[in-house]
């Protein structure tokens, strides 16, 4: 199984930007697709943003679309999400896990993830 670290939250103002990274180990790491999730208080967590083990495929929630880049570095075992134009309601912790390339669904279990909180 992939270890994962989330890691780059923080606070900000509405209109600001965060860079969340994911440190992975393990030899499978290189390919495996990879995905962001978040879970808002009360809310069920959901898919984020996904990319290919190459990075060449992307894909992304409505909500996000045109303000969050995902992408990846393999040789340093790393995928980042560049959130741009961060609303109050992108509030949430954080979370990166391998998916299913098809389905973008999770494939392991739930890390401690990392809390981006956006003020208005």
């Known amino acids: 199984q992939v270890q994962l670290v989330e890691s780059g939250g923080g606070l900000v103002q509405a209109g600001g930007s965060l860079r969340l990274s994911c440190a992975g180990s393990?030899?499978?790491?290189?390919?495996?697709?990879m995905g962001w999730f978040r879970q808002a208080p009360g809310k069920e967590r959901e898919f984020v943003a996904g990319i290919s083990w190459r990075g060449s495929s992307t894909n992304y929630a409505d909500s996000v679309k045109g303000r969050f880049t995902i992408s990846r570095d393999n040789a340093k075992n790393t995928v980042y999400l560049q959130m741009n134009s961060l609303k109050p309601e992108d509030t949430a912790v954080y979370y990166c896990?391998?998916?299913?390339?098809?389905?973008?669904?999770?494939?392991?279990?739930w890390g401690q993830g990392t809390q981006v909180t956006v003020s208005s």
């Open positions: 393990g030899r499978t790491f290189s390919y495996s697709a």
């Open positions: 896990n391998p998916v299913q390339i098809t389905s973008w669904d999770p494939l392991n279990s």
